[in-house]
Structure formats: C-alpha cells, structure tokens
C-alpha cells in the first residue's frame, strides 16, 4: 500500500510511509501510528482512503498502535454520515488502538467547535480508547510516546510535518 519511504531524520534508522494523499487529505504511518492530516473538505473517498490507511497499520501492528489526526485550519467538518462513519472506524479498531490523538488547529472559537464534533463523535464509540486533543504536533507526539514506541518525540513530529507537506503548499 506505500506509495514510498520517506527518511526520518533523529536517532535510529526508521522511515515513514506515504500511504495515500491528494490535495486534501495525507495519510501515513509513522512506526505503529497511522497519520491522517485534514486539509480539504472531508468526502466520502477521502474518508475510505483514512480508513483504508488505519486498516492497513492496524494489520501491520496487531499489538498495538495509534492514530494521529490533524484538522488543520482551514478544513472543513464532515457531515453526519462521515461523523459516524469515522466514530465506526476507531470502534471497529478499538481493541487495537492504545491512543488516539488529535490535533486541532486554527483560532480559539474554530478549536471549540471542532473539539465540540470530536467529542460526540468520542462518545459514540462503545469502550474506552485513550484519546487527547491538542493545538500542536509535538504536544500529541508526546501523548503518544506514553503509549506507544515512537522514538523520538521531535524525529515523531518530524516525520508527521514530512506527511503534511506531500500536499504541497498552503
């Protein structure tokens, strides 16, 4: 499913892998976590490629991994489908998620209203699944490393800034 390595730079030899991205939306895995960053509209084959990318850690890593998924700024929310359909997603994997971290961008007044969505969709979601909210990267590596073996918490951010900038500039 990789479309290709991308090095990391920090400590051991490791890569990430671009496993899809378009103009709106990259997907990745980082060691045992699968990143997702938002930049466009969510539609439904945007969603089917972050659900695909998930699967596709989840049966690389079967003892455990994560999701990291950034709504950057400018993105929109999903509609009530894609909602649902994303709250399946984390309860279909449940048993194999040890956290999943998301980081919101954008002002003060955007932030509450994305964290507001998250959260109903947190609630629909049968059992518990570690989870945070953050405003930055780096502050969700560092969630993550209490979880999961990521390495390096800066080389983690790294290669999620890697993942964001295959959709090219802003």
Not at 56 to 71: A, D
Request: hydrophobic fraction near 40%; proline fraction near 5%; include cysteine.
């Amino acid at each position: 499913m990789p479309d290709r390595g991308l090095a990391l730079d920090e400590g051991r030899p490791r890569t990430a892998s671009l496993l899809s991205h378009d103009d709106g939306l990259a997907v990745g895995e980082i060691e045992s976590v699968c990143v997702a960053v938002w930049r466009g509209a969510v539609t439904r084959g945007r969603f089917e490629a972050q659900r695909r990318g998930l699967e596709w850690v989840v049966g690389r890593h079967p003892e455990g991994v994560g999701f990291l998924c950034v709504v950057e700024r400018d993105s929109p929310l999903p509609d009530q489908d894609l909602r649902r359909a994303s709250a399946n997603m984390i309860a279909i994997h449940r048993p194999h998620l040890r956290y999943v971290a998301c980081v919101m961008e954008g002002d003060s007044m955007r932030v509450a209203v994305v964290r507001a969505v998250l959260t109903g969709m947190r609630l629909r979601v049968t059992g518990k699944v570690a989870s945070g909210f953050f405003a930055t990267v780096p502050e969700a590596a560092h969630h993550l490393a209490e979880h999961l073996p990521i390495g390096s918490e800066t080389s983690f951010a790294s290669a999620a800034e890697t993942v964001r900038a295959s959709l090219g500039s802003r």
